[in-house]
């Protein structure tokens, strides 16, 4: 008996006349780590920013955890209390401290108490391993503490899924394992992911299911051993070859 | 086989000798050109200097201290611009207590105000001993309420509630005063004056002009056509009139349109016209500001469950504002001089009272010129404090920046 949080069913979307996501299906149940990849301009990143309504999805249907995402205002604000996302350039808020950034929305959208927010804030920031920067302005961390702190924020909300939009893509290569790390340890814990990554080492630890996207369409999914030992569509094995080589 | 590494240390920079020879005389002709410009240079010290300690004639401008000051105001009734100044200079400590580096400069230079006012070695019946205590008494005013801050019940929000209540007070209760009131009789604004009334201006342009602006700016980027285009014109028609015009035209056609009873105050008229001429152009400066958010700022907002109302003043407007301060500042201290532009309409602030001081005498006519430098000095001062100001806001709000 499954029990899908999202359920997509014939997502279309387009940019003038750019037809950009071409009749999406999916079903993800809960706790399932999923990992999107292919092409740039394959429709991926806007596919997961229609989950949360960044993208207004023109045709079809998105239900998450039992709302539909509709124009109603109210089903938005409650579907993105529900759903964090990490950004590929972190967009931490600049002009606040690390633990402000975090807080920011847990004291304002949830009216939670400013001290249990920073405890929060603190258990959370001690679980991706930087407390010590609670005080720190974003622009004095490196990359990698930046994302981190970017995970922090969206979890400190307590969202029931995490989007990812290439949470590694910006990174220098010696921060992106910390970043993972997080990420595989958040995997374990039963959220329910949605990855969008090249990192395909961090795909074969947690992924349960992979979708490979090229111009606005699904060509593949399956598990990892599926996708990468038996890969079915030539447009699949071409993509992977290409990345998997160098 | 590489060659051992010397410990090298940095080039050490030449004494000033060498330095003048290498640059100033390092060849015949920039010899003669240094030499010239050294010679110049004594002259033209050497002048000046000769001109403001032995021909100058300051009377105009030290006999008259009170008169630049407050203008007309009435004497016996000082107390009440003493007490004003007092809750602003508390008011000022406590935020330098409470925001520190950010308020810092204004409260430093609020507090030497006053302490250079206390010394001021001018003879004046005003400047008595007592009085200059008083005067003294702001510059321990701004330290204790810094001092304050050792207390955890002061916070940011009761402070930004005092500077309303003690700005609302002083500027409708303390100064005019009631009609009949044995304890605080009406004072005409006609009597008020000089830098005063130049403070008053400039700080109530500056404070008002902000909220309208902002409202403004938004609303230049809503997308209710109505909205919009009311902000367009209103911008646009301020922006395209002179200053001088607005204040004509608040002056005069203003009170046509009005009954005779509820008439609008002159110095309250000038004050409207300076802040909707400020906040059109504030309103401009913002709206760059709020261009050069990042998308990406709304769309992490909105993704963390924030309303529009919620990302317009916790994360796009703050660094809007962020952004546009050296704007900002150039914008309010031509606001602050053109303060001066007030005199057309009668009001005497700081350069009315300086003409009206050139005129009261048939001997001070010759005395313009020590008039003149005297306003240019102090307008140039008050301008530096307030770009200096800016300048260590910007490098305190910079901790954040990128």
Redo the contacts between chains.
């Keep these: 008996m499954s029990d899908p949080i999202i359920i997509c069913r014939d997502v279309h979307k387009w940019f003038d006349d750019f037809h950009a996501l071409r009749g999406i299906n999916m079903e993800i149940d809960r706790g399932e780590v999923i990992v999107i990849f292919g092409p740039s301009g394959s429709g991926k990143s806007t596919f997961i920013r229609t989950i ?1 309504r ?1 993208e207004e999805h023109q045709r079809g249907q998105i239900i998450v955890d039992n709302i539909e995402l509709t124009h109603d205002v109210r089903n938005i ?1 409650a579907i ?2 529900e ?3 990490v ?1 590929q ?1 972190f ?7 690390v633990r402000q950034n975090i807080t ?2 847990p004291i ?3 009216k939670i108490p400013k001290e249990e927010a920073d405890e929060i804030a603190m258990k959370l920031l001690i679980r991706v391993g930087c407390p010590e920067q609670a005080d720190k ?4 961390l490196s990359g990698g503490q930046q994302q981190r702190v ?1 995970i922090t ?2 979890l400190a ?1 307590e969202p029931k899924i995490m989007l990812f939009d290439e949470p590694t893509s910006a990174l220098d290569p010696e921060m992106i394992k910390e970043v993972l790390d997080v990420m595989i340890s958040l995997a374990n814990s039963g959220m329910t992911m949605l990855v969008i990554t090249h990192e395909m080492g961090f795909a074969r630890a947690v992924a349960d299911r992979m979708f490979f996207f090229d111009e606005g369409l699904v060509v593949e999914s399956g598990t990892p051993d599926e996708i990468f030992e038996h890969p079915k569509e030539d447009r699949t094995k071409l993509f992977l070859s290409q990345i998997l080589t160098h | 086989m590489t060659a051992p590494v010397e410990n090298l240390t940095a080039p050490t920079s030449p004494g000033p000798i060498v330095w003048i020879r290498r640059n100033l005389f390092n060849n015949w002709y920039n010899s003669i050109l240094s030499l010239l410009t050294l010679f110049i240079g004594y002259f033209v010290v050497t002048a000046i200097f000769n001109w403001v300690f032995n021909i100058a004639d300051w009377r105009p401008v030290v006999n008259f201290p009170i008169l630049y000051l407050v203008g007309q105001f009435p004497r016996d009734q000082l107390w009440r611009v003493f007490l004003s100044t007092a809750m602003v200079s508390l008011l000022m400590g406590m935020s330098w207590g409470i925001w520190g580096k950010l308020v810092r400069p204004f409260a430093l230079s609020v507090g030497a105000f006053f302490g250079i006012l206390a010394l001021l070695p001018v003879q004046s019946e005003i400047l008595s001993p007592a009085n200059r205590a008083l005067l003294f008494l702001n510059l321990f005013l701004v330290l204790g309420g810094f001092a304050l801050r050792r207390f955890e019940v002061l916070r940011g929000r009761y402070i930004a509630i005092g500077w309303i209540v003690a700005g609302l007070l002083i500027v409708l209760v303390i100064l005019p005063g009631f009609r009949g009131s044995a304890f605080l009789p009406e004072i005409s604004t006609t009597l008020w004056g000089g830098l005063l009334v130049t403070l008053l201006l400039a700080g109530g342009g500056i404070t008002l002009s902000i909220p309208i602006a902002i409202f403004l700016a938004l609303g230049r980027r809503s997308s209710l056509p109505v909205v919009k285009g009311f902000c367009v014109v209103f911008i646009e028609t301020v922006r395209g009139v002179p200053l001088i015009t607005i204040l004509f035209m608040f002056s005069v056609i203003i009170q046509l349109f009005l009954p005779v009873e509820s008439r609008l105050d002159r110095l309250f008229r000038a004050l409207i016209g300076m802040t909707l001429f400020s906040a059109a152009y504030t309103a401009e400066n913002l709206r760059g500001g709020l261009q050069a958010v ?1 998308l ?2 709304i ?9 529009n109302v ?1 990302i317009t003043g ?2 796009v407007m ?2 809007a504002i ?1 952004a546009v301060i050296p704007a900002l500042v150039g914008q309010f201290i031509s606001l602050f001089k053109d303060t001066t532009l007030v005199l057309i309409l009668g009001i005497n602030e700081l350069l009315g009272i300086g003409k009206a001081i050139i005129n009261s005498d048939p001997e001070f006519i010759r005395l313009q010129a020590e008039v003149y430098i005297f306003m240019a000095g102090v307008y140039w001062i008050l301008s530096s404090i307030m770009s200096y100001s800016s300048r260590q806001l910007e490098a305190a ?1 910079g ?4």
């Design positions: 949360n960044l604000a993105r209390s759903i964090g996302m950004f350039s967009n931490l808020f600049p002009h606040l401290t920011l929305a304002w959208v949830k302005f974003p622009a004095q970017a924020r969206a909300m | 990042a990406g700022q769309e992490a907002a909105k993704a963390v469950g924030m309303n919620l916790l994360i703050p660094q962020r709000l901790v954040g920046e990128r």
